[in-house]
Nanobody, 124 residues
Framework: QVQLVESGGGLVQAGGSLRLACAAS????????MGWFRQASRKEREFVAA????????YYAGSVKGRFTISRENAKNTVYLQMSSLKPEDTAVYYC?????????????????WGQGTQVTVSS
């Protein structure tokens, strides 16, 4: 069982930066691949970034590649999403998710645990 709590969301101007954190509890965090997803108002949830259990392998959606960085600190049971050069279209509720497997996935259906989400609003 893994419980996830996101933090770090807020209001930022276009071009600014935010760092989201996802704190996990549970014994299996270090064996779990992690992902970040987002859902904008009246839109489907979409994949943002993912990282494997060790942090050595990452993958990004094309819309955020080069602007966002996912990382993790297994000793702190925390995964991060550093977001830079933010755009108004990045506005959404951001969710972190954990899956029981060590390898990441871009599909939300492959994740077993989800946080409650944190709102990110980018003003133009």
């Amino acid at each position: 069982q893994v419980q996830l709590v996101e933090s770090g969301g807020g209001l930022v101007q276009a071009g600014g930066s935010l760092r989201l954190a996802c704190a996990a509890s549970g014994r299996t965090f270090s064996n779990s691949a992690m992902g970040w997803f987002r859902q904008a108002s009246r839109k489907e949830r979409e994949f943002v970034a993912a990282i494997n259990w060790s942090g050595e392998s990452t993958y990004y959606a094309g819309s955020v590649k080069g602007r966002f960085t996912i990382s993790r600190e297994n000793a702190k049971n925390t995964v991060y999403l550093q977001m830079s050069s933010l755009k108004p279209e990045d506005t959404a509720v951001y969710y972190c998710a954990a899956r029981s497997g060590a390898g990441y996935s871009t599909s939300g259906s492959n994740y077993d645990y989800w946080g409650q989400g944190t709102q990110v609003t980018v003003s133009s």
